[in-house]
């Protein structure tokens, strides 16, 4: 006999079956009254998470809409005014925007299914689905190939200056959309509707075919590690290389950049990949006998991971854009073009208080 414990999931209740007294314990007790002890700590945790996906979620996911909305919007605006000199980075910059902003037209939805449930249909819980989706792998693989670009540009300066060109990275761009969506189709097809089984009024987006959702995760897994490992590599290779040269501005500048570009990326992404491969673990029955109790956690820190992996988002146009000298003087003559004054002046102020630490933003940029 087996006991169905419900834990409300991203998009709605998901249901475990936990063995009654094998495994639904620690250290195999037997005491009715440690048992029922225990059960009473993961229904609090089952309450927890339902104030968590009732009040929080909407809370953040429409602060993170707007932040980035507006923060991509700006960048996008400001590539898209000089779209016919943009340089090799800021090519992928566009696209990676682009890739953010598909993910947070999501949000409103997201919003709507947790007070509410899914009431947009199939259709609409099938096309997000495909965006969320191609948002992660396009942004993996976009960050890998801003690293590896930047790779080409320092350690191998000389030879890559024929690879490194305009037409070049725009084809590699559409391969790279092309193949995200080859691997997010599927999604279209096993992506449905769900009718909550305790809760009859209460739908659902999810998925209908389980075989799908864990190969769909694995390759989640496998776009990630490997973008994270192209990353590494490159960067690593980058600093090193800076560090033998002699040209001290270019030399911090850079590595500050490429420094923070990882440890950034790694800080947002990677706990929630980290807990997502515990869970596949789980999933294929690799890790066996869980607790109700650590069911219910590693569910808490799946969610909570997320929203941080999500808030990278918002970060990207502070990270790889606004950094730059070349960027923040669009900006500022954008905000100025507008009658923008009160942000305008601020920022020209800004930028004449600190000149020399704009010199290395331009040393930097160039560099890339």
Not at 3 to 18: L, N, R, S, T
Not at 195 to 201: A, G, H, K, L, Y
Not at 266 to 274: H, Q, S
Request: aromatic share 14%; glycine share 4%; with cysteine.
């Amino acid at each position: 006999m087996k006991i169905k414990k419900c834990y409300p999931g991203k998009q709605g209740v998901e249901a475990v079956d936990f063995l009654p007294f094998s495994n639904i314990k620690p250290d195999n007790v037997t005491d009715y009254g440690s048992l029922f002890d225990y059960e009473y700590d993961c229904q609090m945790q089952e309450k927890a998470m339902q104030l968590f996906h009732s009040v929080f979620l909407p809370v953040f996911y429409s602060l993170t809409f707007v932040l980035g909305v507006a923060a991509n919007g700006l960048m996008i605006t400001v590539l898209l005014r000089r779209r016919h000199f943009l340089r090799i980075s800021e090519i992928y910059l566009l696209h990676l925007a682009l890739a953010d902003l598909m993910l947070l037209f999501t949000f409103p939805f997201d919003v709507a299914d947790a007070v509410t449930g899914w009431m947009f249909g199939k259709f609409l819980c099938k096309f997000t689905g495909l965006m969320k989706n191609m948002n992660h792998l396009s942004g993996s693989f976009l960050l890998a190939c801003i690293g590896f670009d930047r790779y080409l540009a320092i350690v191998h300066a000389i030879c890559s200056i024929q690879i490194r060109q305009p037409k070049t990275v725009l084809r590699i761009c559409i391969i790279l959309w092309a193949v995200c969506l080859v691997f997010s189709v599927p999604n279209l097809f096993f992506l449905t509707v769900i009718r909550n089984e305790t809760n009859s009024t209460w739908l659902f987006c999810d998925y209908n075919a389980n075989n799908w959702l864990l190969t769909n995760r694995v390759l989640n897994h496998l776009c990630f590690f490997l973008s994270l490992s192209v990353m590494a590599y490159c960067y690593t290779a980058v600093v090193a290389t800076l560090y033998k040269s002699q040209k001290n501005k270019t030399k911090q500048g850079a590595i500050r950049l490429a420094l923070l570009i990882t440890l950034v990326f790694c800080l947002c992404w990677l706990p929630y990949n980290i807990t997502s491969l515990m869970k596949t673990l789980v999933d294929v029955q690799l890790i066996i006998n869980i607790s109700c109790n650590y069911h219910a956690s590693l569910t808490s820190a799946l969610e909570v991971t997320k929203c941080l992996g999500i808030f990278h988002c918002c970060l990207n146009p502070f990270l790889y854009a606004f950094v730059g000298v070349r960027f923040r003087n669009e900006l500022i003559k954008l905000f100025c073009e507008l009658g923008c004054r009160r942000v305008c002046l601020p920022l020209m102020s800004m930028r004449n208080n600190h000149h020399s630490s704009i010199s290395d933003g331009e040393i930097t940029t160039n560099t890339y």
